[in-house]
């Protein structure tokens, strides 16, 4: 079998990581004072191991809400002789001064700081302790460390157990005591987003050894301290930089450069243009290039060449070729050349092995790659464009894109328009087209992300787009390892009373498909979450709107759903209200097919119920049921269900009904005229897990017609699906209990007939299983009986994603497909 994207196990040291880290009193540690963790003491783990189990602790806590933090985590790292970190990634809002205080006997090689934005210039004095040993920092976008809290800042060895917590806000003078002077084995440095406050030459002169810098929006008074570098540096990034004379005289002394950043935003106004003759300087002095990014400059028209005298032939990477004229001065091509955001990238000949651009999918996931760790508002722009060519043409990356767009939105799950961005383009990248070339650990990754996302942002367009996207799933079974996370997230979005309607549709649609051939176990614990109460407040809603469209008939759908063999859940629908609200739908909406159906289904699963059946037996209930026998609405299911609902009620026999009105033989009579008048042929909507409820009313003579009523719906089902019902029957004893209604002299002599038809039917089908009938493809694929409301005749919005949060449009020109199993039918076949 050909292996499927993403299909590459976790690694052992992963998994084991992992669950130590969820599980670390029963592994590593144990319970100690005020419930802290604590270190076992016969524990002794090397880097390999710390590292792996700081990081990943990190990404959990960023990236999974169930996922447990500990306030003191980072203190079980902080002697060195049982624990040793050397490489360590932490990131945005939760690491505190503390955290970095707990690991400071360390002797960290490397330490990566981004949007640490509680760290306050405690950690400045944190890091001198890193300085004998530290290889590689950064503090991108870490601009607070810079500044003091309230009091004077800590040395690093000074206690700081009982400390509270500060907001950002509450810091106040900057920080001037600080120097890089004792960093002596600093190699790289990432002072990206470096206040404008802090003079950028003071602070790095102590560093003589340099090989990588990264100066992102960093506003420099001046360049030419760069040149202390000259010798020795390798990589130097100025991202949003404005370009200068100097800037560029000071650059072209760095010959050793063999990695130059000079991009910029191209929505910033620049001051100094790059010409073709910059670009050549630049090309023809820095000979040990190999990366080179100028995205977002404009670029003027004389430096590419015309297009009729471009080198013929397919595209090449030969200098020599290049349709850019600067880069034809280069000795062999640029591993990497960033060219996002400028026209250059439209050309045929580019002198480079990786390039980013808007051209193809090529350049923008390569563009995606590049920029989404630190530059996401260039990422946005680029999953956009991804969106755009999933959408329009096709995606020939799949796999790439996929993690790429997945690596984005774990990454920025607090910027809300890499949010839009990425959960459109995964609608689009998990839909039918590809769903065949991605594997099952694949998928779960974009379920993960996409209930991230939605846990994150109540804002409609992500919500929207997060709950088109799980409609792209198997449900209930893709869903089912996150089944109580995404049942609470769509039972939340349901709660306001006036939601947006086009997330209020997909969210109740996709509500029932949750609930839709599940266990008991999982129906129980969905009506404890409020389901069945959330389901009942949009029917109210509806009502007092006078309006009864598909959220009303999916509502009463996914309470039929819930209901099933569920007696708490039926037991809160008759709480709440649920027969009141019955009652006043069947007055508002008395031509409503589909909604007196799955009403109906609904109060069988109540009238199953023994101890509920008394709440039914009223007179208005009965004459309710009773006038429903002669309905003629879908085919034969409202009779059907009405008088399954009356003969449960029937089977508690005669002593129970203490009402005058209406007469119970009167009912019975009507109960039998029914059923004679049902097409035992008739095809059902209408999808049994169990005969269980019908099977008990067999073996009885309290009821006849309850008998009658059961065995009439034996053998419609076993007749018309027999390959799905035969079996069914056989394995659930039935043919036993058939015989039994045979011995009895209560049995009425139509009784007898068609259950010796339900016998011969599963005895012919035993002797030839392979023998089907007609209709049987309507239950293939899982038809569930409660989704059948989205019927051909059923207009549904034709819904998008959208990926720009001020576009937010719909159109209601089309019909919706047969929904089946496959829940992403919900969407027209012709997304476009």
Known sequence: MAAKAGDNPESLMTLATVFCLRNLRKTMCYQGFRNKVCLRSDIFLPSEICDKLVNTYMELVHTDSNFEPEENFFQLFSDPRSTRLTRVQLREDFVHDRDLEAIRKQDLIELHLTYCNNLSSRSLKTLTCFRETLVSLCLFGCSHIFYRRGGAPLACNEDTEDEEDESPASRQALETDFNFQGFNRLR??????????????????????????DLSNVTLEGTAFLCQWKDRLASLVLYNLDLSEELVSTVVQLVNLRHLDVSRESRRTPKFKMTRKILTVVVQRLVNL??????????????????????????????????????????????????????LCNVTHIPAYKVT?????????????????FRPELAHRAINQLFDIARIQHCSQLLRALQLVIAALKCHKYDKSIQVTGSAALFYLTNTEYRSDQSVRLRREVIQVVLNGMEQYQEVTVQRNCCLTLCNFSIPEELEFQYSRVNQLLLKILEPARQDESIQRIAVHLCNALVCQVDNHHK?????????????????????????????EFSWSALWNITDETPDNCQMFLNCRGMSLFLECLQEFPDKQELHRNMLG?????????????????????????????????????????????????????????MDEPR?????????????????SSRRNINYRSFEPILRLLPQGISPVSQHWATWALYNLV????????????????????????????????????????????????????????????????????????SRDSETLNFLPVKDPLSVTFSCSCKTSWFRGNSSEILHSGLS
């Open 602 to 658: 609904l109060l069988g699963n109540v009238a199953e119920v023994k101890a509920l059946r008394p709440q039914l037996l009223t007179p208005q209930f009965i004459t309710v049921f009773s006038n429903l026998l002669d309905s003629k609405a879908d085919g034969i299911e409202v009779s059907y269900n009405a008088c399954g609902v009356l003969s449960h009620i029937m089977f508690d026999g005669p002593e129970v009904w203490s």
């Open 524 to 552: 129980e614990a969905v009506g404890k979450m409020g389901f069945v109460k959330t389901m009942l407040n949009l029917i109210q809603k509806k009502l007092q709107d006078r309006m009864c469209d598909q959220v009303m």
């Open 719 to 790: 007749s018309v699906y027999p390959s799905k019902y035969c079996p069914l029957l056989i394995k659930e004893g039935g043919i036993s209990l058939l015989e039994k209604v045979l011995e009895l002299d209560s049995s009425q002599p139509e009784t007898k007939d068609m259950a010796r038809k339900v016998m011969e039917q599963c005895e012919n089908f035993k002797e030839d299983p392979m023998e089907t009938n007609h209709g049987q493809e309507d239950l293939d694929g899982g038809l569930i009986r409660t989704l059948c409301s989205w």
């Open 357 to 373: 651009g808007s051209k193809n999918e090529d350049q923008v996931l390569n563009a995606i790659e590049a920029y989404t760790e």
């Open 290 to 343: 190999v990366s080179l990014d100028i995205s977002g400059h404009m670029m003027q028209d004389n430096s590419t060449v015309p297009h009729f005298d471009e080198a013929m032939g397919r595209p090449s990477i030969e200098p020599c070729k290049s349709s850019i004229y600067p880069f034809q001065e280069l000795k062999r091509p640029l591993q990497f050349l960033g060219l996002y955001d400028t026209s």
């Open 188 to 213: 790289l440095l990432n002072l990206g987003g470096l206040p404008d406050e802090v003079d950028a030459e003071t602070l790095l002169k102590p560093l003589k050894s340099l090989t990588s810098l």
């Open 664 to 680: 119970r033989d009167t009912v019975m009579d009507k109960m039998w005229d029914a059923i004679q008048s049902w097409d035992v």
